[in-house]
């Protein structure tokens, strides 16, 4: 890309000049809240996810040993299809808008993919599995096929939906931070009725003709959930899109007539990298050291995040109820109760998210900015991890056993200890509020699209910093465990490191957010 003054005083051509977009006017508050309530849908599915899929894996008689190649998709996918979508989101020239055809799509896609979750198992079964055999080897292709395309729907979903944000809220940081904490309430909207869905035994009499005879009462319950989060997220969708227009954009819109502007309209065209790995690797290339920082506190925020988020519920049946998945009978019982209270803590963990959401902007006043509030919330982050060392060895010095029939028996830790567990969970909402909002703010701001990089781009820029540490965690989590002696608390232990870590540089090295978004820039 060349650089350089030019005698009339216009700014230089850039390959990336074509992903303005055409107005940097701000939207009403109410259609950014229209576009944000699109995430309640996205994350009712993914509440769905993380809550009944795991037993549906086992009920398909999927093997262990795959399992966690499944689960491998949302990292991978969130990878490569968010920056990808966020690429040609910025460049497309529908008559539709740039972002809108993406999020309609998306939509269509989790339906499709929710339909074969939902109905592998009947699938199957009409394709020749046998109902007395534990493993269906073709319920497991319909159901991963299902749940691939879910992962990347998802993820296609959630890229525009914040840069339409962005869009909409143009160069106001204001708008831009209130837009984000609504995707943030709304996150938690979607977790609090996913969950409430998923612990709700009886849904399936809503819709009777989902159970069949190779779909049981649990798997027509979870077929209930998914035709609920099918309605809800095209509701939403439908609603907002219909709401909200997007003006039809064109990379020749751009101000100026004359000759000379088609030449560096044309110039423009030529120097484009080659999708989309040219494009990403340009980008990562010139970013600045404000996006640089930003990534960096965003990776380390993000791994102490992570082995909490995977572990927190088997956290609680394990080392908190003192149960065991592999164990005796009495073990197994208590470890589902950990499991179920660990599911009450999310709830709560959601409730909490909810409201510190819309209190974001009234936090960042009162501490004296963003960066401070994402600074402190990663130190509340970081006490929290360590609080489970303090919860884990109090409820194993308050284990208690009961005798029944000449045997021992354990019984549920003291309220005390469950009370303790649960606050932390609740607390934990505070900082995942921050965590779902400022940082998407901050690099809508610091790379704006005004710099040259597409909000889709530097978004899914932003992503990588997320899904990265996710697969180094999901990898890295179990072999360091268990060079402990097992059990979740030496991964905790390393995220609440990184926690704290994320808190010095927020406050050290993160610079803040400029007066204009112009005034910093992402790319050189």
Aim: proline share 6%; with cysteine; hydrophobic share 45%.
């Amino acid at each position: 890309m060349e650089s350089g003054v030019r005698k009339d005083n216009k700014p230089p051509s850039s390959s990336l000049n074509h992903q303005q977009p055409p107005s940097f006017t701000p939207s009403p508050v109410k259609k950014i809240i229209m576009v944000a309530s699109i995430a309640a849908g996205i994350q009712f599915g993914w509440a769905l996810q993380l809550s009944l899929l795991t037993p549906y894996v086992q009920l398909l008689g999927i093997p262990h040993k795959w399992a966690a190649f499944i689960w491998l998709c949302g990292p991978i996918s969130g990878m490569l299809v968010q920056p990808i979508v966020g690429f040609h989101s910025d460049r497309s020239t529908s008559r539709f808008g740039r972002r809108r055809p993406f999020i309609a799509g998306g939509a269509v896609c989790v339906a499709i993919a929710v339909f074969l979750i939902g109905y592998a198992a009947d699938i199957g079964h009409l394709s020749g599995d046998s109902l007395t055999k534990t493993a269906k080897p073709r319920a497991i292709a319909v159901f991963v096929v299902g749940f691939w395309i879910l992962d990347v729907a998802n993820n296609m979903l959630q890229g525009p939906c914040r840069a339409f944000l962005a869009d909409l809220s143009g160069t106001n940081q204001k708008k831009t931070r209130i837009a984000n904490a609504f995707y943030s309430f709304f996150m938690a909207v979607g977790n609090v009725l996913g969950f409430a869905a998923g612990s709700y035994t009886h849904l399936y009499q809503l819709f009777p003709f989902s159970r069949t005879k190779a779909c049981d009462v649990y798997c027509a319950n979870l077929k209930s959930c998914f035709f609920i989060s099918i309605a809800l997220l095209l509701t939403l969708t439908i609603l907002a899109l219909c709401f909200v227009r997007e003006k039809p954009w064109s990379p020749e819109g751009s101000s100026g007539d004359g000759d000379e502007e088609e030449e560096e309209s044309a110039e423009a065209k030529k120097s484009i990298p080659v999708p989309f790995f040219g494009e990403i690797f340009a980008a990562l290339k010139s970013l600045q050291r404000p996006m640089w920082i930003l990534l960096l506190v965003t990776c380390l925020n993000w791994i102490a995040w992570f082995p909490f988020l995977l572990f927190d519920t088997d956290w609680m049946g394990r080392e908190v109820y003192g149960g065991d998945s592999s164990g005796s009978a009495n073990q197994l019982k208590m470890y589902d109760r950990g499991v179920r209270a660990g599911a009450l803590g999310l709830l709560l963990n959601s409730v909490v998210l909810g409201f510190t959401s819309l209190g974001v902007e009234v936090l960042a006043r009162g501490v004296g900015g963003v960066k401070r509030l994402w600074g402190i919330v990663n130190f509340v982050l970081a006490i929290c991890l360590f609080l489970t060392i303090l919860i884990t060895k109090l409820a194993e010095s308050n284990r208690r056993y009961d005798t029944v029939n000449g045997g021992t028996h354990l019984l549920q830790p003291s309220a005390g200890v469950k009370a303790g567990a649960l606050t932390l969970f609740a607390v934990l909402g505070i900082p995942l509020a921050i965590t779902y909002s400022i940082p998407f703010a901050l690099a809508s701001i610091f790379c704006n699209s005004t710099a040259g990089a597409g909000q889709g781009l530097s978004l899914g820029v932003l992503n990588l910093s997320i899904v990265v540490p996710q697969m180094v965690v999901s990898v890295a989590a179990g072999p360091w465990d268990a060079l402990f002696g097992g059990g979740n608390l030496p991964a905790f232990i390393v995220g609440g490191v990184a926690a704290a870590m994320s808190g010095i540089l927020a406050f050290t090295l993160l610079p803040s957010p400029p007066l204009t978004s112009s005034q910093t820039k992402c790319h050189g």
